[in-house]
C-alpha cells in the first residue's frame, strides 16, 4: 500500500516530538514535513540529538509546507493556535488535533474555560478521540480531536461505569497526578527543576479547564483536583466513586468492555497500577479495589501522558481513520526501570 503522508504541525514540542517517535518506526507512514514556530529553520537534531540517526527535514514554518499529496496533519499545537491553523488547512487534509479546541461541541462550555473560539465553523465536523469509545465515529471523521491527558485516565474507567449504571454519576471524586513533560516545553517558573523538584503540588483546586470535557462526556459534574509530582512522564488518576451495585457486578462492566481491548486492561484483583508499568506505551492500567467507606469503591488509572495521553492515542486514532489494524506501530512494552 502507499505510505500515508504526514505533517507534524508542531513537532519541536514535546507531544511533537513523542509523535515523531512513533511515526518513525510505523510501518505505513512517511514523514514529510515537520513544522516549528520559533524553532522554524532548525534541524529537529538540534533540539532533541536523539533523532540524530535518522535523516529528517528541517523544522519549517508552517506557509512553508505544501499540503498537496499530504493524507494527515498532526496538530501537536497551544490550544487556540491549533483551531485557526486547523481553519487554514486544506479539506483535503485529515487533522488529528492534540489540542483541546475541538474536544468539547457544546462551544459556550470551550469558551468558558478557554476564551472565544474562533473556528466554530468546522466544530461539528469533529469527532472526540478516546478511541475504546468512540472507535465507529473515528473512522468517518475528517477531524479529530485528541482528549486531554488527565481527561483519558478518568473517563476510561468511569464510561463503562456509568453505561452500566453501576456507580453514582453525581458522586464522583478524581485525584489525579501527572509529571512534568504534562505542562509542555516552553519555559514556565513553576516547572524550574528547583520549584518542581522534590515536592508535590494541587492545582487549579476550584476548577481546572480538562473537567469540561470530562463534563461533556459523562453528563455530569464532577470533583477533580490535578496534582504536579516531579517526574517526567505519566498520570496515575486515582477515583473514588458510590457503587449502585456490588463491587463485582462493576469489576465484571470494566472487564466486559474491555477485555478485547489491545490498549486497555483491567488488571488483577488486587494489582495495584503504577506509572512506571506504562511508561513509553499507548496502555491504559486500570483496578477498582473496595472502597474504604461502605458501598464506596476506588479506582487507580495510569497512563503515559504523551503516550496513550496523547502522541500514541493519536497513531491509534490515525490507523483507524486509514483503515489499518489499530494496534500498527503501538504495541511496545513499558520502559521500565
Ligand atoms: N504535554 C502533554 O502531556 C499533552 C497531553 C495531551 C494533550 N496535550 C496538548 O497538546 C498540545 C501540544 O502540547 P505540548 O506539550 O507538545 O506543547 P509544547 O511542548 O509547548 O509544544 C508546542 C509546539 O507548538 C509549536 N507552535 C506554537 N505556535 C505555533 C505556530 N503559530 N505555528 C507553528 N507551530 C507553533 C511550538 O513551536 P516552537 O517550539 O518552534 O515554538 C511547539 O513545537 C497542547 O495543546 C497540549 O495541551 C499535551
Known sequence: MNKISAVIIGASGYTGAELLRLLLVHPHVEIKALVADSNAGKEITDIYPHFAVTKLPKLLKLDEVDFKGIDVAFCCLPHATSQKIIKSLPKTVKVIDLAADF????????????????AKDI??????????????????????????????????????????????KDEIIADSKSGVTGAGRSLKQHLLFTEANEGVSAYSVTGHRHSAEVVEQLGTNFTFVPHLIPMNRGIISTIYVKLKTDLATARKALEDKYKN???????????????????????CLINIFEGQKPGNATIVSVIDNLNKGSSGQAVQNMNIMFN??????????AIFP
Not at 494496534?327 to 511496545?332: I, N, V
Open 324 to 333: 489499518l489494524p489499530e494496534t500498527t506501530g503501538l504495541l511496545e512494552t
Open 261 to 283: 481491548e489491545p490498549f486497555v486492561k483491567v488488571l488483577a484483583n488486587g494489582a495495584i497500577p503504577a506509572t512506571h508499568s506504562v511508561r513509553g506505551t499507548n496502555y
Open 103 to 118: 474536544r468539547i461541541q457544546d462551544i459556550a462550555l470551550y469558551e468558558k474555560w478557554y476564551g472565544e473560539h474562533f
Open 123 to 168: 466544530q461539528p465536523e469533529a469527532v472526540y478521540g478516546l478511541t475504546e469509545i468512540h472507535r465507529e465515529k473515528i473512522k468517518k471523521a475528517r477531524i479529530v480531536a485528541c482528549p486531554g491527558c488527565y481527561p483519558t485516565s478518568i473517563l476510561l474507567p468511569l464510561l463503562p461505569l456509568v453505561a452500566a449504571n453501576a456507580i453514582d
